[in-house]
Structures are given as structure tokens and as C-alpha cells.
């Protein structure tokens, strides 16, 4: 017979697996007391760029790794394994099947959220709920209902939530968006971006789908709300490449660059979105495109007068052109390419006088970093944006202060993302209530 305590975490999960017994979790941190951190989800990405971002810090920050909570059992073992060879796990670090039994522990103060793209928002809900505070990769949500349950959860909450959109911890964009923000820039007349790569094994992990077997993990929790399917190991692995387990471009590429149109501009979400795209060349069973377009409109809601164009085009089969963002106005160009301000395209003298106009030309400048230095504890090879990221949220677990990439800011790019996937889906022109927060397709209300 079950005891109480298991019949209300049982009513609770009948839903989508959330809300937990140890809801009223939160140990007030003391400036000595070291910070226990959870990984939710031993992912490439977690392994790759988030643990090594982490690591440079965490002597110096007072924060360790305690315990993994995996599905898989292979990605358990691998975990343990893995930190602990590193010195990053002490010797009590420990395997959880599931994150009940993670949030069930009372030594964890925060985790490390990066499963499945579609995953982030309800492991968020999971996290603060349970009275963590959490660094969860984006794309923030794939749905407007996950994105809006998994908001409301950071801030009825108040915990530490910083999303994984780095950019907003690096130098040169913190430059750019001051530069446009002082009036300096003039306003944004026009944005072009690109994310161009030729790597038929992008998001493939063809040797894992031969490897893994459907009793080592759990394919029900795994699927969370998303409909009841057979058990797919190419969904479970590479998820990247279908929906509802993701958008693909929009949220693993998109999402970062088109969060800095928000940052710069101080829009929460475009008027309206077109797009195009298809699999057009990796015919591999993927439902994802593999080549993506999309134009979007930004500006106030209320005066149609103003506003600037977003164009965003990425294909995964000719990395010609590779990874660019430019803004534009009247007067010049800013390219976070080259992180350089120029008059490149401005308004010449011979052109504005015949008009009776004067010359606008920007000055010729460098996106610099101030000077700033990043503190490391150790050379552990994270790249310098994810480490500068990482760090921020470690201060601000501390502080309590916002961090700099909130969760308002995943809010806002996943409505963006939403509005172009389900722009590339139907072939509408999609565009937003500000006031339902609903997607509109068509002129009406769509679901996802």
C-alpha cells in the first residue's frame, strides 16, 4: 500500500511527469557554503561546452557537481565517469534515473538543464517548482503552451533561471547593443542573418541509434507531453531532426541570433513572419529542413510606420558565407562578424544633396570589450562566450540578481521561433497577440 507521500507525487506526474514533493526546497546560501549542482541530461552539448564552461569556475565560485540525472543508464555510468576522471564530481556524486529522484535529494541548491530541445521549458518547470535554480539550454520552448507554463513557473518562483543564449555574456554584443541603444547607430533599418554549415552528420549520431536499447531507458518519460509514439531511437538520439522533438534551424541556430534582435532592439517579438524552406539535399528520413528562410517584420504594434526587417537564411549543405549578423541603418552597418561599426552603405554626400539632404555616414569603429578580462579558476578549454555565460549565472545564484540572459528573454525568442516554424509548416504569414500571447496563422488562433 502506498503511503501518502507517493500518492500525491503520483497525482501530480498523471499529467506531465512534474511537480514534486520537495517543492518547498530552497537552502538559504551562505557566502561560504558551497553550491551543489545537478546535471539534468548528459548530453553532448553538457559535455562539450557547458561542464568545461563550469569547471573554470568552480573553485574559484565555490560550486561542484553532486549528481546526474539520466534516462539512460549508459549516459549515467558515462556521467560518473566523466566528471569524476576530471576532478569536477566528489566521491558521493550520484545516478539518479529520473529527476524525482534528483529533486528528491537534499543536496541540490541548482542544476544544469540540456536534454531535448523540446524538454527545456517543462525540466525548467520541474527544476524551480522543486526550488532549484537552473541553467537551461535553449531553445527556451518549442511550444507557446510550454513557454508560457515555464515563465510563469521562474517568476511566481523568483529563482535564478538563465537561459543558455550566451551571446548575451560576450563583450562585443554588450558593445553592440550600447552603440545602438545611445542613438548613435540611428535606428535599425534592416537585419541580415546567416548560419551556414556542409556536415551531412550534423545532429546524426548514427553508431548511438545502433547502440542503444528501448529497456535502458524510458521511452514514456522521455516523450513527456508529446503524443504516444513507438519507440524510435533515431527520435530519442537525434531529435534535432524531427518535429515536435524540435524545430531544427529555428531552435538550435536561430534562436541565438535572433535573441539579439530583441536585446538590441527592445521588441519582445515580431509582427509578423514568412518563411520557406525544405529538405532539399540530406534525404536521411529527417522531417527538419535542411534549408530555411525566414523574413520577419519588427516594430511597435501600435504605429506600423516604424519598424525594420529581419532576413534569415540557413542551410546545413553549403557553408558558403558561414555565420553572419549585420545590422543596418541610414548611416552604416554594424557586423558582428568582423565586431566592427562602418559607414559601409551610408548615405553618401552626392546622393543626399540632390535631395537636399546631408550625409550620414557612421565613424569607422571596434566592438571592443572594455578591457574586461574573464576570471577563470582553470584552463579547462571552454570557449570564452559559454564561459563568461556560465560565470554570470554562478554570480548571480549567489547574488540573486538577474541574470543576463532571463527567462523573459527564452520567452521572447521562443515566440519568434514558434511564429517561424509554424510560418514554414502551413506557408501563412504568422503574427502574434500581444494581449492572448497567442500565435496567429492565418488570422487564426494555431495550436502548438
Known sequence: MENRRDFIKKTALAGLGMSFSAASYGRILGSADRVRVGVVGFSDRFRQALAPSFAAHMA???FQFV???DIWNRRRDEAEAY???KNWAGDNFAKCRNNEELYDRKDIDAVIISTADFQHALHCVEAVESGRDAYVE?????SMADAKRALRAVESTKKIVQIGSQRRSAPNYHSANEFI????FGDISMVEMTWNVNQPGRWRRAKLVSEIRKEDTDWKRYLMNRPMVDWDPRKYLEYRLFYPYSSGIPGQWMSHQIDTVHWFSGYDHPRSVVANGGVYVWKDGRTNADTFT?????GPDNDKSKGFQVSYHSRMHNEAGGTKEYYFSN?????LDTNKVTPEGGMEERYAKEMG????LLPEMTLGNGGEKMVTSANTGADPMTSRHMRNWMECVRSRKEPNAPAKAGFNHSVANIMATIALHTGERVTFDSVKQEVLAGGKVFKV
Do not use: C, H, Q, T
Not at 294 to 298: H, K, S, T
Open 60 to 62: 574559484d565560485m565555490n
Open 67 to 69: 549528481a546526474v540525472s
Open 83 to 85: 566528471l569524476k576522471g
Open 138 to 142: 535553449k531553445p527556451f520552448a518549442e
Open 181 to 184: 541603444r545611445s542613438g548613435k
Open 294 to 298: 525566414a523574413v520577419f517584420d519588427y
Open 331 to 335: 548611416g552604416g552597418m554594424i557586423n
Open 357 to 360: 539632404m546631408k550625409a550620414n
